[in-house]
């Protein structure tokens, strides 16, 4: 009977397992198909069109240089390959400034003719109209709309979702805002975390282990949006007195909450892993005459290297995937930062903060889910290097 029982367990154990991980197989997969739809959509708004005079050479815009024009950023046609000529922007808004409504037709069922004659007499205009407005055999010439490049995504320098005629989904702000904050708060968090853990495992007395332990954990199950009224109130005016800045919310703002965010999970694990040296290999130091200081240093620190590694993985991994607490402290402005006292946004807070208004299955939709294929990926990749490591150190 006990036999059964054990195997009915084992049974269960393994379909729990094999569920699981069918699970994260299935939500990966999807997860990468929803991204990689992006790069099947067009450049241009979908069901618009870009139409120039027939006497403009210009075939291809990049989706920046159509912002630029759009912008007036970009004054001449002679700066993108185009004629001499300077730019004039169009858009169907615009067309009672040119027509009377009983020009147009009640309906607007004239529109079309009207735009293919507005631009075939402004040599220099640029019409931004619905794809419908255009008529099979008119003058107009239209602007190729190639797909999305990975180029424009990955080295973009601008994430602007909502612009309109050509929305610019630019990562390189993103990712570099989520690397610059977490790696000032690993700066910030590791030194302190490893000091408080040296302190635990081997100086304090038990007494004060036994207060302070239970203390640090309790801050690791405190809600992150907690965190973030903290560093609004107080991080944010600190920082902005301090440097004198015009806004408190930037990057080190962030880095700050984050650091403090990721110390009990690394002071948690790392002095887990020092007290599980051997009392023996501390001794032996000790009786060759080693200093108690020296013997942490040579002795327990090498050995629980992976333990500690494993802390500071866990720490990285709350920094980079953290989004409330960086959402309300960073300022969430989507610029490339130079320094870490500027305003950015990071990966996870542009998910949390658009995800529900992106229209589903759209291309704005998709970019967000490749910001979490990114996001994967980053984490990955620190994962496999400090695995790396610590087997070389080992």
């Known amino acids: ?42 450049v241009i708004e979908d069901g618009y069109v870009l139409a120039l005079n027939k006497a403009n050479p210009v075939n291809r815009l990049s989706p920046s240089e159509i912002k630029n024009i759009f912008d007036e950023e970009i004054t001449n046609w002679k700066e993108v390959g185009g004629i001499d ?79 309109t005629p050509a929305p610019q989904f630019g990562f390189l702000p993103l990712i570099t805002g989520t690397l610059w904050v977490s790696l000032f708060a690993i700066l910030i968090a590791l030194p302190f975390g ?41 991080i944010v005016p600190f920082i902005q ?3 004198d800045l015009p806004v408190g919310e930037t990057g080190l703002a962030g880095s700050v909450v984050l650091a403090i965010m990721a110390l009990p999970t690394i002071i948690t694990v790392t002095e887990d892993a020092m007290r599980n040296c051997p009392r023996s290999m501390r001794e032996a130091s000790l009786a060759l005459g080693a200093s108690q200081w020296q013997t942490i240093y040579k002795v327990v620190i090498p050995y629980s290297i992976s333990g500690i590694t494993s802390g500071v993985v866990l720490g990285i991994g709350r920094a980079i995937g953290e989004t409330m607490a960086v959402l309300m402290v960073t300022g969430n402005a989507a610029v490339i930062p130079t320094t870490i006292l500027e305003p950015l946004r990071t990966i996870p807070a542009t998910i949390a903060a658009e995800l529900g208004e992106a229209p589903a299955g759209g291309a704005h939709y998709q970019a967000l889910f490749l910001l979490g294929v990114v996001l994967f990926i980053i984490t990955l990749i620190i994962n496999l290097s400090v695995e790396a490591i610590s087997a070389k150190r080992k």
Not at 15 to 29: E, K, N, R
Not at 131 to 139: A, D, L, R
Not at 202 to 222: C, D, Q, W
């Open 1 to 42: 009977m006990r036999k059964f029982f054990e195997k009915i367990v084992a049974g269960l154990l393994t379909c729990s397992g094999f569920v699981t991980s069918i699970t994260i197989l299935l939500i990966v997969v999807f997860l990468f198909i929803e991204a990689f739809g992006l790069f099947k959509s067009k």
């Open 85 to 163: 000529a300077p730019i004039k922007v169009f858009r169907l808004e615009n067309i009672t400034d040119y027509y009377s409504e009983e020009e147009l037709g009640e309906a607007y069922e004239l529109a079309g003719d009207k735009i293919a004659e507005l631009v075939q007499h402004n040599p220099g205009m640029i019409a931004f109209i619905p794809s419908q407005f255009v008529k099979e055999g008119s003058n107009l010439h239209l602007i190729k709309d190639n797909n999305i490049s990975f180029k424009d995504v990955i080295a973009g320098a601008e994430w602007f979702p909502t612009a």
């Open 194 to 234: 490893l000091s408080v853990s040296i302190y635990l495992s081997e100086v304090a007395n038990t007494k004060t282990r036994n207060i302070l332990k239970p203390v640090i954990e309790l801050l690791s199950g405190i809600p992150s949006v907690v965190y973030g009224f903290f560093g609004l109130i107080v």
């Open 241 to 243: 007195k301090t440097f």
